[in-house]
C-alpha cells in the first residue's frame, strides 16, 4: 500500500469525482431511453430485478435486510454447528445454506442476499477481525493509532466468498434475484479507523479532520478494493448489488459529499463501466434531506430509504422513475398487531405509483417473530 505522506489534501472534490457527477448527472437526464434500454435487458422472470431497472410491479417485490440471520431458529442451529459467524462465512456450502433459508422459509421472498458481512474487506487487506459475543466486531490494529503499512491490496481471502456465490446461484429458482453487496468506504472505515463500532464514529470523523491525508488514503483503498470485490460477486453471478452505507448519517453536509457521494460515485463509475446493466443499489442510512442529491450525483439506480425517512416525502422529492426500497420500522415488524398492518400500509400507499421494493429501513432485529415476518409477507403481497 502506498504511503499516505505524498497525496494531495481532500479540500475540494478531485477531478476524477466531478467527472463522475457530470457523467451521472448526463445520464440520469436519459433517464427514458436508458431505462427502457434497461428493463428489455431486464430478467422479465426476476420481478426485483425488473423493479431495479426501472419497472413498476404491484404488488412490489420484497426482501429484508439481514434476512438471514439470527430471528431463523435454522440459522442459530447451524451457527452452534459450526462455531462462531466468520467459520460460517468462510464455509461456502454453510454460507450458501444460511443465503437460502429465508427463501426456503419464505418463498413469497424476492431476492437472496448474500451470506456474509461488510467487515470481511478489512479483514481481506490485512486487520484482524473477530465477533465478540454480546459487543460486536473487533478489528486489529486499530488503524487511528496505526500506520498503513501493513494493509494489503485485494486478495485471495475473497475467495471463499465468491465460491458461496457461485454455490446460491446455482441453486436459486430463475424468478428470484441474487444480491451481493459491500459496505461503503466511509462505513468500513469507520469500523477500520476505531477497531470496533462506535458511538457517533467520533474516531473516523476526529481522523479525517486531524489527518485528511491518512484518511483519504484509507477511504481510497477501501474504495478501490470495493471495486474489485463487487465486480468478482457480479461475475460470480449475483445480479445487483447493494452498498451499505450505515453510518452516511454521522456526516455534515460537506463531509458527506467528500466521503460518502465521491466514494460513492467513483464506484458506482467504475462498476458501471465493467457492467453496464448490473443495477447498484445505494443505501445511505441517516442521509434525510441529502437523499435526492445522493442518487443524483452518485448514479446509483437504485435508494434505499431508512426508517426515519417519510415515504410520502421520498415519493415526492426523489425523480419519479428512480426505484426506492424500505422502509419499515424493524421495531414495528417485531412489534406486529395493528401497528405492523398500519405501518406497512402506509408504505405501500406512499410507493404505489413507482418502482418500489418493499424492505426495512435496517436489518430485522434478531428477536423478530417468524409469525410477525409471516403477517408482513402477506401483507405485502396481497396489496394490490
Ligand atoms: O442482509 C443480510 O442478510 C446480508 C448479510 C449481512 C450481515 N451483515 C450478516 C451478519 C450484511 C449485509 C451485513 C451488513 C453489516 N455488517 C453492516 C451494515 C448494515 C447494518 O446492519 O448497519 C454492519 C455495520 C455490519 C457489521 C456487523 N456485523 C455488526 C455490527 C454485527 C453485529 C455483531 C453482533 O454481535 O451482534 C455483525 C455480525 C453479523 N453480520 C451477523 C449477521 C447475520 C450476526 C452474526 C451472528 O452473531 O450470528
Redesign the pocket.
Known amino acids: 500500500m502506498a504511503k499516505a505522506g505524498g497525496l494531495p489534501k481532500p479540500r475540494t472534490p478531485r477531478p476524477n469525482h466531478i467527472i463522475n457527477i457530470i457523467y451521472n448527472i448526463y445520464k440520469r437526464s436519459e433517464e427514458g431511453g436508458l431505462r427502457a434500454g434497461k428493463s428489455t435487458l431486464s430478467d422479465v422472470g426476476k420481478p426485483l430485478l425488473a423493479v431495479l431497472c426501472g419497472e413498476r410491479r404491484d404488488p412490489p417485490p420484497m426482501w429484508m435486510?439481514?434476512?438471514?440471520?439470527?430471528y431463523l431458529p435454522e440459522y442459530r442451529e447451524l451457527?452452534a454447528q459450526k462455531g462462531g459467524?466468520l467459520d460460517l462465512v468462510y464455509d461456502s456450502d454453510a454460507a450458501a445454506e444460511i443465503t437460502l433459508q429465508p427463501l426456503k422459509r419464505f418463498p413469497d421472498l424476492d431476492a437472496a442476499?448474500?451470506?456474509?458481512?461488510?467487515?470481511i474487506v478489512p479483514f481481506a487487506i490485512g486487520q484482524n477481525l473477530t465477533?465478540v459475543?454480546?459487543?460486536?466486531?473487533r478489528l486489529t490494529p486499530p488503524l487511528i493509532g496505526a500506520g498503513l503499512d501493513d494493509l494489503q491490496g485485494f486478495s485471495g481471502r475473497l475467495d471463499p466468498i465468491y465460491e458461496t456465490v457461485r454455490k446460491v446461484k446455482a441453486k436459486l429458482a430463475p424468478n428470484k434475484t441474487f444480491i451481493g453487496?459491500a459496505?461503503s468506504p466511509w462505513?468500513v472505515a469507520t469500523?477500520m479507523v476505531a477497531g470496533q463500532?462506535s458511538r457517533d464514529q467520533a474516531e473516523a470523523r476526529t481522523l479525517a479532520y486531524d489527518d485528511p491525508v491518512k484518511f483519504t488514503a484509507i477511504i481510497e483503498h477501501i474504495e478501490s478494493v470495493t471495486i474489485e470485490y463487487l465486480s468478482a460477486q457480479l461475475e460470480a453471478g449475483a445480479d445487483a448489488v447493494q452498498l451499505?452505507d450505515?453510518w452516511a448519517g454521522s456526516l455534515s453536509p460537506a463531509q458527506f459529499e467528500q466521503w460518502v457521494v465521491g466514494p460513492t460515485a467513483r464506484i458506482v463509475g467504475k462498476l458501471k463501466a465493467r457492467h453496464p446493466s448490473v443495477p447498484i443499489i445505494g443505501f445511505p442510512?441517516g442521509a434525510g434531506g441529502k437523499l435526492a442529491s445522493y442518487a443524483r450525483e452518485t448514479g446509483v439506480d437504485a435508494v434505499g430509504i431508512d426508517e426515519t425517512v417519510d415515504p410520502f416525502w421520498a415519493n415526492k422529492e426523489l425523480p419519479p422513475d428512480l426505484p426506492v426500497q424500505g422502509n419499515l420500522d424493524p421495531l414495528a415488524l417485531r412489534a406486529g398487531g395493528a401497528e405492523l398492518d398500519r405501518a406497512a400500509a402506509t408504505i405501500l400507499d406512499a410507493l404505489r405509483g413507482r418502482p418500489h421494493i418493499f424492505n426495512l429501513g435496517?436489518?430485522i432485529l434478531q428477536d423478530t417473530p417468524i409469525a410477525h415476518v409471516e403477517r408482513l409477507i402477506a401483507l405485502v403481497k396481497g396489496a394490490r
Request: charge should be positive; aromatic fraction near 20%; proline fraction near 3%.
Open positions: 435486510m439481514r434476512q438471514a440471520g439470527r451457527r459467524f442476499i448474500l451470506f456474509s458481512d461488510i467487515l465477533f459475543l454480546g459487543e460486536g466486531p453487496f459496505g462505513t469500523y463500532g451499505f450505515s442510512k435496517h436489518g
